[in-house]
């Protein structure tokens, strides 16, 4: 009887727990969140930051942010053959799962604009709503962004607000650090 009543009422269960808990959804891609960011017109030539140990340990000292990965995508962006600015594409950890953004950036390193391009958790998808993404738009690396403070915060989506918030954050010190100059 236990074993049935497992069988019929238990296993569908298990399931439905698994199965609400995987929900990823991917909004844009980067050729999709490219021609959103700088048009039709623009023309990309892929610029990634390649970043050792020296590079992280800068990258955090001016950010205050952790660096986990060894290559930061990049591309150059120019209309008629004027540098226009850079796209970027970063991950943060959510509360358990990445959430992929991209990041166009004027040629002087201004927040033009924000998209969330994937987002894996369950809760907290209210970061893709525009008034949040629109507060980090003219930001700069001159200005470290504070959740609370520059960035209004979520309730609901705390950790995703904060960990965007820290990854806006390192990519403008990137820029900062390896971009400017270019």
């Not at 909004?27 to 020296?54: C, H, P």
């Not at 995508?73 to 799962?97: A, Q, R």
Request: glycine share 8%; hydrophobic share 40%; aromatic share 10%.
């Amino acid at each position: 009887m236990n074993d049935d009543w497992f069988k019929l009422i238990g296993v569908p269960l298990a399931s439905l727990a698994v199965a609400s808990h995987v929900c990823a959804a991917e909004y844009l891609t980067v050729e999709q969140a490219q021609k959103l960011m700088f048009g039709n017109k623009a023309s990309f030539e892929k610029a990634d930051v390649k970043i050792n140990r020296a590079a992280k340990k800068a990258i955090k000292a001016a950010s205050g942010a952790d660096v986990d990965r060894r290559v930061l995508p990049t591309w150059k962006v120019f209309d008629g053959g004027n540098l226009s600015g850079f796209f970027i594409i970063d991950e943060v950890i959510g509360k358990h799962d990445y959430i992929t953004y991209a990041i166009a950036l004027s040629p002087i390193g201004e927040i033009k604009q924000l998209e969330i391009l994937v987002y894996r958790e369950n809760y907290g998808y209210e970061v893709r709503n525009p008034r949040w993404r629109a507060q980090f738009v003219g930001h700069d690396s001159k200005t470290t962004l504070d959740l609370g403070e520059e960035i209004k915060n979520i309730s609901g989506a705390t950790m995703s607000c904060r960990h965007i918030t820290e990854g806006v954050n390192r990519v403008l010190a990137t820029y900062d650090l390896f971009l400017k100059d270019q």
